[in-house]
Nanobody, 116 residues
Framework: QVQLVESGGGLVQAGGSLRLSCAASRSIASAALMGWYRQAPGNQRELVATITTGRSTNYADSVKGRFTISRDNAKNTVYLQMNSLKPEDTAVYYC??????????WGQGTQVTVSS
């Protein structure tokens, strides 16, 4: 099973930017889907953005125009560039990979805190 390690979280002021990284323990070139999800205290985990093998992307309405997901297959890494951050973006952000057989793996999460 592939291992995922997220990094890049931290504390930032509203309007600021962060770039999250998700490094996989093996090749992601054949991964059917990779995505970022987030979970705020008391809330369910929600989709933030996904990217397919063909680099098609999908975003939650709340982050469209502010966040960008990308993947670097050579580095086995998926990124989430987050701009114009808002306090409501505060959450633990998780990376997920889905292989061609529909099996999924999650990372351990990275905390993002946006102060007002």
């Amino acid at each position: 099973q592939v291992q995922l390690v997220e990094s890049g979280g931290g504390l930032v002021q509203a309007g600021g930017s962060l770039r999250l990284s998700c490094a996989a323990s093996r090749s992601i070139a054949s991964a059917a889907l990779m995505g970022w999800y987030r979970q705020a205290p008391g809330n369910q985990r929600e989709l933030v953005a996904t990217i397919t093998t063909g680099r098609s992307t999908n975003y939650a309405d709340s982050v469209k125009g502010r966040f960008t997901i990308s993947r670097d297959n050579a580095k086995n890494t998926v990124y989430l560039q987050m701009n114009s951050l808002k306090p409501e973006d505060t959450a633990v952000y998780y990376c997920k990979i889905v292989n061609i057989w529909g099996q999924s793996s999650w990372g351990q999460g990275t905390q993002v805190t946006v102060s007002s």
